[in-house]
């Protein structure tokens, strides 16, 4: 995800920044001595010599104050998955500008710098979080974001009040001829998110025995019994919001409810002994009649069309 988060950013400074009308105007290497080599080379859409971005990764700590324990679980086929709390990591960025133009007594190219630097804080500051959608929405012509952004918000602070605490340690390291540069300090929290883990299969029956006590005869079984309605296709889809009736042996109704939107329904408080089950819905019309027995030795009451 944080190759992801590099090319949002340098989407996001290419759409919004006027004068960054290339993509080499921002780069993410180290702004060492390599980095200063290759400054004076940097050029624009036409070609002329061009002022960039470099947008540094700086460090990664995990946001613990983000963290769960909380698991979702989902449904695929009879078997339930349960998803890992994803864990969230800040990413800490150092962007600083950059002018080609060599210093001179007639020309300070520091000014230049600090007006691409203010621009960068000012498209930064107008997000709270980074919505991939919106911000893939203002290229030319508009494009949809990679699919593992789609679906992503990533929560952005930026230059905070404490500042990067090791930022003379960091201009050291870059070179020892690097001259300290101000920086935007920016904090982006991305989630890093676990695949799917067995959990086991569905629950598709279950009973209560009820009896008085000290009277054997009193006792009463009833079961909870639950299933999927299924599509046509192969492989076959859930249907979602099919109408399911509960038959008798005469194919009398004696129940009947909807399945929810993943195509699961339950039937509660069933008789032990042979029942059937039917199912409607768009386009698909009635599905055939399925003979079942309660409690169902193949342990499934999914009904097909």
């Avoid at 679980?73 to 133009?101: K, N």
Wanted: proline share 10%; aromatic share 8%.
């Amino acid at each position: 995800m944080i190759d992801h988060l590099d090319t949002l950013l340098h989407r996001l400074f290419r759409n919004s920044i006027p004068e960054l009308t290339s993509d080499g105007q921002v780069r993410f290497q180290p702004p060492d001595e390599d980095w200063r080599s290759i400054v004076t080379a940097i050029t624009d859409a036409d070609g002329n010599p061009g002022n960039s971005l470099n947008v540094y990764l700086i460090d990664l700590r995990e946001n613990r104050r983000l963290r769960t324990n909380e698991r979702e679980r989902m449904v695929q086929g009879t078997d339930i998955f349960e998803v890992p709390p994803a864990r969230r990591v800040d990413c800490h960025y150092l962007i600083s500008a950059w002018s080609p133009v060599t210093v001179s007594s007639a020309i300070d190219p520091t000014v230049d710098e600090h007006a691409l630097l203010a621009e960068a804080a000012r498209v930064l500051g107008a997000h709270d979080e980074l919505d991939p959608v919106a911000i893939y929405g203002l290229s030319s012509p508009p494009q949809a974001p990679p699919g593992p952004l789609a679906e992503q918000r990533f929560p952005l602070t930026l230059m905070p009040v404490e500042g990067f605490p090791k930022f003379a340690e960091f201009w050291g390291t870059m070179g020892d001829k690097n001259r300290w540069k101000p920086c935007i300090h920016t904090v982006i929290t991305v989630a890093l998110n676990e695949q799917p883990v067995r959990a086991g299969p569905m629950v598709t029956t279950t009973f209560t025995r009820t009896l008085v006590r000290g009277r054997p005869d009193t006792a009463d079984t009833r079961f909870h019994i639950g299933g999927t309605v299924l599509d046509t296709a192969a492989p076959r889809q859930p249907v979602p919001l099919a109408w399911v009736e509960l038959l008798d042996t005469a194919n009398q109704r004696v129940n009947f409810t909807r399945a929810n939107a993943a195509g699961r329904f339950v039937f509660e408080e069933v008789r032990q002994g042979d029942w059937r089950l039917r199912a409607s819905a768009p386009p698909f019309g009635v599905s055939p009649v399925r003979d079942i027995a309660v409690p169902e030795p193949t342990g499934h009451y999914d009904i097909p069309f």
